[in-house]
């Protein structure tokens, strides 16, 4: 027998959307990079690096683009930060929005994404139509917390907590999904049950799985 959940929590980035990842991994192709280059320089003091300070509003796109550009040339190979912001807005998925309306349905919602103070709105794209569609699926959550806005960013416990605070649930009542394993680490701590999204056929049946609700 599933456990009956009261809330699903949901990461954004690379969960409604075709990860980023992906695209760093064409850019550090068509750039003769090495694999996971972009990932690798992310990962040196990731508490207080450029990527850091941007997902807390610290610094902007320019002062991302010259702070990427230092830590990724003390790398080996120097990469600007704003062709980096240009790879972050993956495409939507659209039959995990239809999964996000099942779970409307069932119970609350809520979404918790580390973003940057770029592009038009919480989704970082510069499309026009793109930012609408996306802003769209960002309206079906009970709430929203987005690190750029708050000045904290996940793995922070404290984001989670606010999350279960605004849509006045238990941890242990939560299921909550994100394609980093470090974001998921300390939501598992508090009791919630994690998915790890790697791929949108994956993160469905892993979701059904977990809650029992039909999202074919």
């Not at 192709?29 to 694999?35: F, N, Q, S």
Request: hydrophobic share 45%; net charge negative; charged share 25%.
């Amino acid at each position: 027998m599933t456990k009956t959940f009261k809330a699903v929590i949901w990461d954004f980035g690379g969960v409604f959307t075709s990860s980023p990842f992906d695209a760093f991994t064409r850019y550090e192709e068509e750039k003769g990079l090495p694999k996971d280059f972009i990932r690798s320089v992310n990962a040196v003091n990731p508490l207080e690096n450029a990527w850091a300070l941007l997902e807390r509003s610290e610094v902007d796109a320019a002062g991302f683009d010259g702070m990427f550009r230092t830590e990724s040339a003390a790398l080996g190979h120097e990469v600007p930060g704003r062709d980096v912001l240009s790879l972050l807005s993956g495409s939507l998925r659209p039959r995990v929005v239809e999964a996000l309306k099942v779970c409307k349905a069932k119970g609350k919602v809520g979404c918790i994404t580390n973003n940057a103070p770029i592009g038009k709105g919480a989704s970082m794209t510069n499309d026009a139509q793109k930012a609408a569609d996306l802003e769209k699926v960002f309206a079906m959550f009970d709430h929203v917390i987005e690190s750029s806005k708050l000045g904290i960013r996940k793995p922070d416990p404290r984001i989670y907590a606010l999350m279960c605070e605004a849509l006045d649930v238990d941890p242990v009542d939560c299921v909550y999904l994100d394609d980093l394993g470090i974001n998921l680490k300390p939501a598992r701590q508090m009791g919630m049950t994690t998915i790890k999204v790697l791929g949108e056929n994956q993160l469905l049946a892993d979701l059904e799985a977990a809650t029992g609700y039909v999202l074919a």
